[in-house]
């Protein structure tokens, strides 16, 4: 069985985001929350205005190895049928787009955050 982390930090938006780019990573960020065991658990939504935002997350075994398989999670949840699906439907044209427009603008989204492991302290 694997141990659960609880991470608790800061997501933030670095680079010239707009309003678009702001719109279609909404979408994501609600997908990235996976409605399970693992994932962000709750976040505030970030805006133009206010680009760094609080979350807090579970990972299995740490939070950072949750945290670099969310793409591939994401790819997961967008072929699935499962129940318990985002508020903020996800589409694969949408994930793709805005991948492409976070890759031509340049942009970032950096994680800075606390992980503890129960029984084994924080990373």
Known sequence: MANDSLANGTIRLKGRWTKRVLEDFLPVLEMWRFYGAYGIQS??????????????????????????????????????????????????EGYDRFLKEMEERKLKIRFDFEDREAGAGFF
């Open 43 to 92: 976040c505030q939504i970030p805006t133009l205005q206010d680009r760094t935002v609080e979350f807090t997350g579970c990972g299995r075994w740490s939070f950072s190895s949750t945290l670099s398989d969310f793409d591939g999670w994401t790819r997961s949840w967008l072929g699935s049928e499962e129940e318990g699906r985002p508020v903020r439907a996800l589409t694969r």
